[in-house]
């Protein structure tokens, strides 16, 4: 189990108004390609450049639809889950690529023209989707839908994936490595009803899955967003590699510590590597950046028990603070 350091990092707590006007919108890239495509494989190449530039803007999930090859590996894997995205955008052909709901045309050889995908960049969005999930064989996954201004209408869906972020394989079409490799559904392959909360509140979402045999445990995880079926347009989405968790907490995106069981029913448990004589403050704040509880804690023992028994379901952000530093991290209570 990974354990907590105190570093020296500035967060920041950002004070405009978000519930007026919404939350940072990540593209959404929906990647349709096949292993045994040549022409996939060339074009595949240059969108990965271009996305590449803009980690922190987009998420992207390649889907493997059965066109023009059925013996796809990937999609194998998982036929039933393939062809529901692909029946759904009525692809007849890779590779193509959607961003936000909207299949994007062909222009020449170039799959993703870079003035197509900046375009979607620097929007707001009135629901914000916060994914946790654990780590380990059997993992537990809480998707949380906040929203913020006016509540999307609509026939919306939450899509719950996981994906490999890496995977390497030497396919036939001669693609050695392959980006966010769909594997499957959590929430059912068309998703899940979404009937949005008031504005500041949340829909919670609570997911299982098992790290099957044939994925690489370090590279699972999972990819939620919320779209609307008539329409097509997709709100926004999420994992949890997400820095800005929230519109108000800025969270450290490293792996500086971990707390125990997350997400938790009761208690939680934080450990420390360290035993440097210290004195700190450990807030617990809700996802507006409102202060919840605080306790003064010794950094100079290995753990500190968290009682929760009484605080309502939901996302928390744990903040502990000493004169030279600052660590935060999230934690779901379910």
Request: aromatic residues 10%; negative net charge.
């Amino acid at each position: 189990m990974k354990k907590l350091i105190l570093l020296a990092i500035a967060f920041v707590f950002i004070s405009f108004d978000t519930e007026a006007q919404g939350v940072k919108k990540y593209a959404t890239l929906e990647h349709f390609t096949n292993t045994r495509c040549s022409i996939c494989a060339g074009r595949n190449s240059a969108m990965f450049s271009t996305i590449a530039n803009y980690p922190d803007k987009l998420h992207h999930i390649a889907y493997h639809p059965s066109v023009p090859y059925t013996t796809c590996v990937f999609y194998q894997h998982n036929t039933s889950g393939n062809n529901a995205r692909a029946l759904y955008y009525d692809i007849l052909g890779t590779p193509r690529i959607a961003i936000n709901g909207t299949m994007q045309s062909l222009v020449g050889s170039a799959l993703l023209p870079e003035t197509n995908l900046t375009a979607a960049f620097n929007q707001l969005s009135p629901i914000e989707v916060v994914v946790s999930e654990t780590e380990g064989t059997t993992r537990s996954v809480t998707v949380e839908v906040k929203t913020h201004g006016d509540a999307p209408v609509g026939n919306l869906r939450l899509l719950v994936a996981v994906a490999e972020k890496i995977v390497n394989y030497n396919a036939p079409n001669g693609e050695s490595v392959h980006h966010n490799v769909f594997r499957t559904f959590l929430s059912d392959n068309a998703g899940d009803v979404y009937s949005p909360a008031a504005s500041g509140e949340s829909v919670l979402f609570n997911y299982t899955y098992e790290i099957n045999a044939e994925w690489e445990a370090d590279q699972a995880y999972v990819l939620a967003y919320v779209q609307d079926m008539d329409t097509g347009e997709i709100y926004n989405s999420g994992t949890k590699f997400d820095e800005v968790l929230t519109s108000n907490v800025e969270v450290e995106k490293n792996e500086v510590f971990t707390v125990f069981p997350n997400p938790t029913m009761s208690s939680a448990t934080i450990n420390f590597t360290t035993q440097k004589e210290s004195k700190s403050t450990l807030s617990i704040l809700n996802t507006a950046g409102q202060l919840i509880d605080s306790k003064i804690i010794s950094t100079n023992t290995q753990a500190f028990d968290l009682d929760l028994e009484n605080y309502p379901k939901g996302l928390y952000f744990l903040k502990i603070e000493n004169e030279d530093s600052v660590a935060i991290k999230r934690l779901v209570k379910n």
